[in-house]
């Protein structure tokens, strides 16, 4: 049984910074793309950053300059470094990541964690 665990959310004047970590729990198998997604109230959630098992980035255009993501394969760890962070950041974060199971090599399954508040005031 595999579970994404999330911690760093929390309450902050714009402008400052937070760093959300997600583990993944479990064992037995191997992940690919780690990523964090955020969704707002009233609106869809939304891709922030995802990083490969190689280290490769991408981020949304919103984020860039600003969010840092990077992942520790040891111990199957991903953070987001929010810096400058601004009021329209203010959303509920999800972890997510690929994982593939050793018993089924070639498929892929997504996991979500619980989510995290962020809230940036203003």
């Known amino acids: 049984q595999v579970q994404l665990v999330e911690s760093g959310g929390g309450l902050v004047q714009a402008g400052g910074s937070l760093r959300l970590s997600c583990a993944a729990s479990?064992?037995?198998?191997?992940?690919?793309?780690m990523g964090w997604y955020r969704q707002a109230p009233g609106k869809q959630r939304e891709l922030v950053a995802v990083?490969?098992?190689?280290?490769?980035?991408n981020y949304a255009d919103s984020v860039k300059g600003r969010f840092t993501i990077s992942r520790d394969n040891a111990k199957n760890t991903v953070y987001l470094q929010m810096n400058s962070l601004r009021p329209e950041d203010t959303s509920v974060y999800y972890c997510?990541?690929?994982?593939?199971?050793?018993?089924?090599?070639?498929?892929?399954?997504?996991?979500w964690g619980q989510g995290t508040q962020v809230t940036v005031s203003s």
């Open positions: 479990g064992s037995g198998f191997s992940i690919n793309v």
């Open positions: 997510n990541a690929e994982i593939t199971p050793d018993y089924r090599l070639g498929y892929r399954y997504a996991y």
């Open positions: 990083i490969s098992s190689g280290g490769s980035t």
